[in-house]
Every structure is written in structure tokens, then in C-alpha cells.
């Protein structure tokens, strides 16, 4: 049976799988990223533990696939991403090389995800979909004709930062209006808190997550219920946009805010049926990722080698 490790490289947690060629994992390791911020330590704690890993396994692996944030398909780095400690042009691809003699494949995190949805998840006998993952930001990777689009840098697929709303909230990349900005966590947490104060007049005491708002949606709260409705709504409008360069057979939603359910799902469905344009109406479903929220970011970085495969 041929293995294959997935890294996630998360700004908190680096995890790392070992994948049976059915895509079960069967055996984990975990680091903290934010106590790093010296790459060639770092990746030498990966290398230790993934030959631990190994070892007690008594198994050889065909690659490595990495999912990390800003990560570059073409060139094998993760450039300054923001939510890491350690910063600069970071060659995955060359320094894991020096460690095993396998393919090394990073990919950004989102395309990760759909590409592990293409190998073991839903996505299985499609040629054309669009994973979108929503989280601390918004994430998409796309697939068209059965390949995963990077495009002439590598960087393809940012639907998160269409502009949605001109001249709206702040985003991150220095652009204002952006998808991100009202359909991530923070952004759902931002529309609460302007509904909260819109309907009390103050701001609502303590903190709030996107998961308390789930919560409250759940129990009957207006407000929440309120912003998950504006929330599915604003979605919807950049998915059915999202198709008109595509026409995608689906589209697949991911997250930690995804899981709140109907709160969310019903009215994204009324809004993509509502503003998707005619000749599409009917031809893409929105689908719920069908891996393990525990499982999927390890999984499509496991993925990655088989693209890398493919496209060698």
C-alpha cells in the first residue's frame, strides 16, 4: 500500500498525517508554528517528527504534500504570510527536499481543500467545481476540467478578495469591500455587532464568535439569526458570480462558520438561486465538503502530491 504525508501549516499548529492510499490517516503529529521563528529549525522539528512517524509506522512514503497560507504551487514557498511568526520567502519544497528524498508539493491552504475534496471527498468524478472555506479568512480553490486553476503565478483562485461591496470594509489586503470582509468569522462577528447596535442601540457585552452567534441563532436570537441572513445572502451574490467564468457541476462550502447549518444555508440557497444568471440555473449544486472538518486540511495537502504527480 503506497502512503503519503499531508502538512497543514497553520499560524498556531502545524499538522502532519500519514495517508493510506484510501485516504485514512493513521497516524498524526502535531508542533506549534508560533514558537518558531527560525525556518531552518523549524523545518528540521518537521523532519524529526515525520521520521518518527515513520519509523513507528514501519513505512515509506511517495511524497509530501504541504497546505499553508500564501503558499506558491509553482514555487515551492510560502512568501511573508501574515499570520506567521517566521517571515520571508520560505522554500518548503527545497528544504524538506534535503531531508527525504520523495516529491515535495505545497500548494496554498484552500486549494489543499479542494483538491483533497477531488481525491477523497465529494468532489470524486468531477471535472468542475469551486471549494470555497470559510474561516479567519475566505479561501477558494478551483478545478476545471479536472485541474486545479493556479494560473500564470500561482496565486489563482482568491475569490475572497472580490470586491463585493465598492468602497466597503477594511480588508486585510489593503482593498476595501472584499468578500473576506463580511463572510469570514471576523465579518460575520463585525455584521452581529452592527445589527446588535442597530437594534439596542449599544454594543453587545463581552466577546463574540462566529460560533456564539451560531449558537444564538439556534436558540431564536434575532440578531444572530439577522446576521446569518446577511451573511447567506452576500455569499450567495459571489457564488453565482463565481460560475459565470467557470460552470462548475458544484460548489463545495467548508469551515467553521459552514457548520452552523440551516442559519446559513437557507438563505445562501434563496440568494445563488435568486442572483445566479439564467443559462446556468440549475446546473450547480451547493454542496457541503464531505470530509472530517478534522481531516480535510491534512487530507488535500496529502492530495497535492498526487497533482504533482499528475502534472509531471
Known amino acids: ?29 502535531n508542533i506549534p508554528t508560533n514558537k518558531y521563528t527560525d525556518f531552518e529549525l523549524y523545518v528540521s522539528d518537521i523532519a524529526r517528527e515525520l521520521k518518527a512517524m515513520l519509523d513507528e509506522n514501519k513505512v515509506e512514503i511517495d511524497g509530501i504534500g504541504i497546505g499553508a497560507p500564501n503558499g506558491n504551487f509553482y514555487t515551492g514557498c510560502v512568501d511573508n504570510a501574515p499570520n506567521l511568526t517566521i517571515k520571508g520567502n520560505l522554500n518548503f ?14 500548494s496554498n491552504d484552500a486549494n489543499a481543500a479542494a483538491y483533497g475534496e477531488y481525491i477523497y471527498g465529494g468532489a470524486r468524478g468531477m471535472k468542475h467545481f469551486i471549494m470555497f472555506t470559510l474561516g479567519t479568512g475566505v479561501g477558494s480553490g478551483i478545478v476545471v476540467d479536472g485541474v486545479l486553476v493556479h494560473g500564470s503565478t500561482g496565486a489563482a483562485g482568491e475569490l ?15 482593498r476595501k469591500g472584499c468578500l473576506e470582509t463580511y463572510t469570514s468569522a471576523r465579518g460575520i462577528v463585525q455584521t452581529y455587532r452592527e445589527l446588535y447596535r442597530d437594534a439596542n442601540g449599544k454594543e453587545p457585552d463581552g466577546d463574540v464568535t462566529s460560533k456564539m452567534i451560531g449558537d444564538m441563532a439556534h436558540q431564536g436570537d434575532e440578531v444572530a439569526l439577522a446576521t446569518w441572513r446577511k451573511t447567506g445572502y452576500l455569499l450567495g451574490i459571489a457564488m453565482a458570480n463565481a460560475i459565470n467564468f467557470s460552470a462548475p457541476e458544484a460548489i463545495f462550502l467548508m469551515g467553521g462558520p459552514a457548520q452552523v447549518g440551516a442559519p446559513l444555508l437557507e438563505p445562501l440557497q434563496k440568494s445563488f438561486d435568486e442572483h445566479t444568471l439564467s443559462i446556468f440555473k440549475g446546473t450547480c449544486r451547493l454542496m457541503m465538503s464531505q470530509l472530517k472538518a478534522n481531516e480535510v486540511a491534512i487530507l488535500g495537502a496529502a492530495a497535492l502530491v498526487k497533482l504533482k504527480t499528475k502534472k509531471s
Open 93 to 106: 519544497e527545497q528544504a524538506l527536499g534535503r531531508y527525504f528524498d520523495v516529491p515535495v508539493v505545497l
Open 160 to 174: 475572497g478578495h472580490s470586491i463585493l461591496i465598492p468602497e466597503g470594509r477594511q480588508c486585510s489586503c489593503g
Open 1 to 29: 500500500m503506497a502512503y503519503t504525508i499531508g502538512i497543514d501549516i497553520g499560524g498556531t499548529n502545524t499538522d502532519m498525517g500519514l495517508i493510506d492510499s484510501e485516504g485514512k490517516i493513521v497516524a498524526r503529529r
